[in-house]
């Protein structure tokens, strides 16, 4: 077995031990016990999932639940169901375990590559390009760079329009899916209701959809809308838009939304 | 073993047979066999897991992907699996079966009655009030009547707006939820993109957030948005809105979006 401390890059985060038939580890560690980032545990498990689909099908959804808190210094293992393999889709179910118990349940959809009828309807947001913008220090990500924009919600706790581009160019289309997913997580487009007394905080689910082939080392405009808060949780959904203003990838997520406690997520 | 012809109305049809704990079947079934209806099999899957609830919880999601045709002319089990009971949440995992297959996979969360900060993004279209609209019989729908409303994407093959109510009254918070669930799938906003080659089909997945309790016997606005067709795929959201403009649920959903064989759905 082996256990790093986290040092490394997204290509050390996305690296799975093969355990058994179906069944992977991560073994990139933090030395202190943070909550674990949920779009890392995302982006491991469509790792899993992809690590049982060897016809070429690439991931074009994924849907899970955050039902555990993880811990960032342990490993967490993964064990993958294959729930179908159709004509042109395969479907795998990922259990994201640690101390014996689900973190993360995720179901994804795989499709072999196909042309067809190709249309658009959202448009990207008017931005400067990112060679025009000044740095944003994404927090948090390994392997990723950020540029600033202007925000649709003025000053908020977080960005919710803002450029990302990977420091790394992979080879494998399903490494770029995980990276998307990766970065799809971090931001949240419900800073915008923010209070003095309440605050977004813990993902309850996400969602990614992709739409079409993307690398994670192109800049890519991430843009949250945030849509509803009430009983303690806010929706919001997510684009992003690679720099010619195709629609890349799209996301949803329900968070909580409860009294402050630690300050602003 | 109670099987009958498909007559009735929607509570029948979310009428479940228990056969066992966390194992119950529909016997709702129709003379010829045609393919299953999405939003029934999502609507009855979540009652399912609601039956498994058993301390008034409610749910405030759904994701579910469709992973093969059903027989609407045969019964359709579902067994639940308690993924987790915590402090204020509850998660369930569902399986559809027929012949001994799955043909859809759902997840659902439950949430104790919470309150806290309430706030919306989104504004409801302005449209008439239903009183002033013209009848529009929703096709395939049990226990639904609809009204008419000016489309924003003109003439297209299955309106992307519209008016609809339950002809019945619940008592039970949950049932209310299976209705908007069953009605949420009955309509695209892929048909904005439909050409005289390719057309939106079958669903691939769907996901329903229920933002604020809402009764389906009072009119809800239904509106969908599309985004993007590419690689035999295409992808919309949708809202409900009540009569006073308040965001009661979204939805979002991906379809297969190929070429054209028996006309648009």
């Known amino acids: 077995m082996t256990v ?22 991560a073994n990139f560690v933090f030395g202190d016990p943070y909550a674990l980032y949920g779009g890392q545990v995302a982006a491991q498990a469509l790792r899993a999932a992809a690590l049982t ?52 349940s995720m179901s994804a959809s795989f499709q072999n590559a196909e042309g067809g009828f190709e249309d658009q309807e959202v448009a990207m947001p008017a931005v400067p390009a990112p060679e025009q913008c000044r740095p944003y220090p994404i927090p948090r990500l390994f392997s990723y760079e950020g540029r600033q924009v202007p925000q649709p919600y003025g000053e908020v706790d977080w960005p919710t329009r803002f450029w990302a581009r990977c420091e790394l160019a992979f080879d494998d289309p399903v490494l770029d899916a995980c990276a998307l997913t990766y970065l799809s997580d971090i931001s949240t487009g419900l800073a915008r209701f923010n209070t003095a007394e309440f605050a977004s905080s813990s993902s309850l689910d996400h969602a990614v959809w992709f739409h079409r082939p993307a690398r994670a080392a192109d800049w890519l405009l991430n843009d949250m809308v945030p849509h509803s808060v009430s009983a303690g949780r806010g929706w919001y959904t997510g684009s992003m838009f690679d720099s010619s203003g195709r629609l890349v990838a799209s996301f949803a997520q329900e968070a909580l939304f409860r009294k402050r406690r630690n300050g602003p997520r």
């Open 53 to 104: 689909i060897d016809d070429g099908r690439l991931p074009h959804s994924l849907h899970g639940y955050f039902l555990r808190p993880g811990n960032a210094s342990s490993p967490t293992v993964y064990q993958v169901f294959r729930d179908r393999d159709g004509r042109t889709f395969s479907a795998r179910r990922v259990v994201a375990l640690q101390r014996g118990e689900v973190i993360f």
């Open 4 to 25: 790093a401390e986290a040092s490394g890059d997204l290509r050390d985060l996305l690296d799975l031990e093969p355990i058994e038939v179906n069944l992977f580890r």
